[in-house]
């Protein structure tokens, strides 16, 4: 076991392991830490504690101190100095003719670099423009090609559902989302129904998907055939996935035709396994490729 402390040096952005070393370090409070940038400003978001050995990346830096009221100064300066830098690039990039969109700009807390994060629909030659804010700043100066995914992190926003987005509110790190997510929780296909801020799959489908495939396995698919309490044999018209009902259809009085609702419990159908291939039609077919299309047009 590993004696660390979690520090983040954004909002949302990823928690890094540190040593406290001798210092008594608690949640809330910033640190001065050093990185393979450089000497950084952070804060602390995980309070000593024993981690195993294999989650810590070797070698373990150790927290340089405490930050002081002058470091905290120091940082809203560079906070400060980031959106004159920003305009000062808009300027340089105009200047220089490029099709790329700068999303921000980033200093290290030493001042030995600075970051541009831009998007782009291709390869950019910014040689000559790094050389124009190099000589500007006189410091090392860095440009970081990022996909739409990042750029919503950093810029932020509020969702379809009125609320700040995910992944720039508490979200470390981006999670894997798919078609068959939306597809299981009966969703629309409809890519601009699904898709996020960013034009991706909303993030938010991972969240319940768990649940979903849990109780779509102890479902029969709409078209099945089940056997009622009452012994009739009929076929699976519609299901309630979260209250577990079963409309089926089943022919009483020789002819007549009846839609009955059942908890699926009273049913009698052969159980599907959990990792079924869910059936696209055509039409899902299509979205499911206009979707990919959509991804294919970003840089990742």
Same mark, same amino acid.
């Given at each position: 076991m590993t004696n660390v402390v979690g520090v983040r040096f954004r909002n949302a952005g990823k928690i890094y392991f540190f $040593?406290?070393?001798?210092?008594?370090i608690s949640t /809330?409070?910033?640190?001065?830490?050093?990185?393979?940038?450089?000497?950084? &400003?952070?804060?602390?978001?995980? /309070?000593?504690?024993?981690?195993?050995?294999?989650?810590?990346?070797?070698?373990? %830096? +150790?927290? =340089?101190?405490?930050?002081?009221?002058?470091d905290d100064e120091t940082e *809203?300066?560079?906070?400060?100095k980031e959106k004159e830098a920003f305009r000062i690039c808009l300027e340089k990039i105009a200047k220089h003719n490029l099709d #790329?969109?700068?999303?921000?700009?980033? &200093? +290290?807390?030493?001042?030995?670099?600075?970051?541009? &994060?831009f998007t782009a629909d291709g390869r950019i030659d910014f040689r000559e423009l790094v050389k124009d804010l *190099? $000589?500007?700043?006189?410091t090392r100066i860095e440009l970081r090609q990022i996909g739409v995914r990042d750029e919503t992190k950093i810029l932020g926003g509020i969702g379809v559902c009125g609320r700040p987005l995910c992944?720039?509110? &508490? #979200? *470390?790190?981006?999670?894997?989302? $798919? =078609?068959? #997510? *939306? %597809?299981e929780q009966n969703l629309s296909l409809n890519p601009s129904k699904i898709s996020g801020v960013c034009g991706r799959l909303m993030c938010c489908l991972k969240y319940e998907e768990d649940t979903y495939e849990y109780l779509n396995s102890r479902l029969p698919n709409v078209?099945?055939?089940?056997?009622?309490?009452? /012994?009739?044999?009929?076929?699976?018209?519609?299901?309630?996935?979260?209250r577990q009902l079963v409309k089926v259809i089943v022919t009483v009085d020789g002819d007549d035709k009846d839609v009955r609702e059942y908890a699926v419990k009273e049913l009698k159908f052969k159980p599907k396994r959990r990792n079924e291939k869910l059936n696209i039609n055509d039409d899902e077919l299509k979205a499911l490729e206009d979707m990919e299309k959509k991804r294919e047009n970003h840089i990742n």
């Open positions: $040593s406290p070393g001798k210092l008594e /809330g409070q910033h640190v001065i830490v050093e990185t393979a940038r450089g000497v950084e &400003y952070g804060s602390v978001v995980l /309070g000593p504690r024993d981690v195993e050995d294999d989650k810590v990346v070797a070698p373990l %830096k +150790t927290v =340089i101190r405490i930050a002081t009221p002058e *809203a300066k560079n906070r400060d #790329m969109k700068l999303i921000g700009t980033e &200093y +290290t807390f030493d001042n030995n670099k600075v970051l541009f &994060y *190099a $000589s500007v700043f006189k992944c720039s509110s &508490y #979200m *470390a790190d981006f999670i894997p989302v $798919s =078609i068959k #997510m *939306a %597809k078209g099945d055939f089940v056997t009622t309490p009452e /012994g009739l044999k009929g076929e699976v018209h519609s299901v309630n996935v979260l």
